[in-house]
């Protein structure tokens, strides 16, 4: 198979013989490629590569492809060692640009996806665990409904679903607890984790994951923190690759459109921060409250019966006190906080005292960070 890139030859001080194309084009300074394997399948031979030496590697793709015309998301073919094996062209700078002798090549490796960006999960968390938020949990049992018996919803079936609202209501434990509930595979990818160091790394990891994912029959891909990466264009400028990002996100949202195996989470804080295209791709923005007086008295028993220590104060008094937090707040700020006091102050119940405590240091901390996001 013959390169579909111009060839344009050039000379080895670098400068190009004139003709009306040659001066069109200018000269890429850096190739990011992504290996695709081969144009056909067969068994013979495992389609994954593995570069063992990248500044080698780099010199013998530059001699290869010299002159070639380098354009975004078209193709290269080795020549040499395995003809045609092709590689995508994640990002060619500039674009529409001739490779020369100084021309930098990156090469982005399939396995770049590791197991700490992407995740399985898997927890003993169950609904009843997570108290309140039952619009979500509503939502849930329609996405467990519709894994039991797809056919029930023909070409209806729910895709897209976003969780939002303020931190520590429990967007992450609901998303961990259905994982629990399901037997299909749920993929947990951790937004800050696509922004790579490279201009493409983050787009191709999405892209990788959307492929991974959608060989299951039926599978969950979870967003977290998507914000991070879904940035409102107004801040895309600030952050060089999210743009990048963005696109190949809407891309594979898009391409799972027609197919009916893949089922997508978003959670974000706050909706209004997600890029225009990709909010309006979720079906149903779910919110998240901060949780009422009931469930702040069902979090606070659920925690205070696994404390290693007996209690000893009014859990209604408690309950007014935490007017307004969150349940991540309640258990982590409070509840530890005030057990913790009591373990240092040699006690053996947790009391008012430390619970006072507690709340004393919490408004300290709130107060230090207060205007951040204001
Ligand atoms: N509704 C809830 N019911 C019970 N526990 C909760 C609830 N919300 C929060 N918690 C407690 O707070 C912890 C943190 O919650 P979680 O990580 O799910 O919050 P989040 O909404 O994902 O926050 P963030 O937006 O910061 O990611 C949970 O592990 C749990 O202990
Ligand atoms: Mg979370």
């Not at 696994?306 to 209604?316: L, M, S, W």
Request: hydrophobic share 35%.
């Amino acid at each position: 198979m013959k390169n579909n890139n111009k060839k344009i030859e050039i000379k080895n001080n670098s400068t190009i013989k004139s003709s009306k194309s040659i001066e069109k084009n200018p000269i890429c300074e850096s190739l990011t490629l992504k290996p695709v394997g081969y144009p056909f399948n067969f068994n013979l031979m495992e389609m994954d590569l593995e570069i063992t030496n990248e500044e080698l590697f780099e010199e013998y793709s530059r001699e290869q492809w010299l002159g070639l015309l380098v354009k975004k998301n078209s193709f290269l073919f080795d020549q040499k060692i395995v003809p045609d094996y092709g590689f995508k062209i994640m990002n060619a700078k500039p674009n529409n640009s001739i490779i020369n002798e100084n021309t930098k090549i990156k090469f982005i490796e399939n396995k770049d996806i590791n197991n700490s960006d992407l995740s399985q999960i898997k927890t003993n968390l169950t609904f009843s665990d997570v108290i309140g938020q039952q619009n979500a949990k509503n939502k849930m049992k329609i996405l467990i409904k519709f894994i039991e018996n797809p056919e029930k919803f023909g070409i209806w079936a729910p895709k897209n679903i976003l969780f939002y609202g303020l931190p520590g209501t429990g967007k992450t434990m609901l998303v961990k607890a259905l994982a629990n509930e399901l037997n299909i595979p749920l993929y947990l990818i951790k937004s800050t984790s696509l922004i790579g160091d490279h201009v493409g790394d983050g787009a191709s990891k999405i892209h990788d994951l959307f492929e991974k994912a959608s060989k299951n029959n039926l599978a969950i891909i979870f967003i977290d923190e998507i914000d991070a990466i879904a940035l409102h264009r107004s801040f895309q400028s600030l952050r060089g690759d999210v743009s990048e990002i963005v696109n190949s996100l809407i891309t594979e949202m898009d391409g799972i459109s027609d197919n009916n195996n893949l089922i997508i989470i978003g959670a974000t804080n706050n909706p209004t921060f997600l890029d225009s295209a990709i909010r309006s791709r979720f079906e149903e923005e779910i919110e998240f409250t901060l949780p009422n007086d009931k469930e702040r008295t069902d979090i606070i028993i659920k925690n205070i019966n696994t404390f290693p220590y007996k209690t000893d104060f009014n859990i209604n008094q408690l309950v007014n006190l935490t007017k307004n937090m969150s349940g991540r707040d309640i258990k982590e700020k409070i509840l530890k906080t005030s057990l913790h006091h009591a373990i240092s102050k040699d006690k053996d119940i947790v009391d008012m005292d430390d619970i006072h405590y507690a709340l004393k240091v919490s408004k300290l901390n709130k107060n230090e960070v207060k205007g951040m996001f204001e």
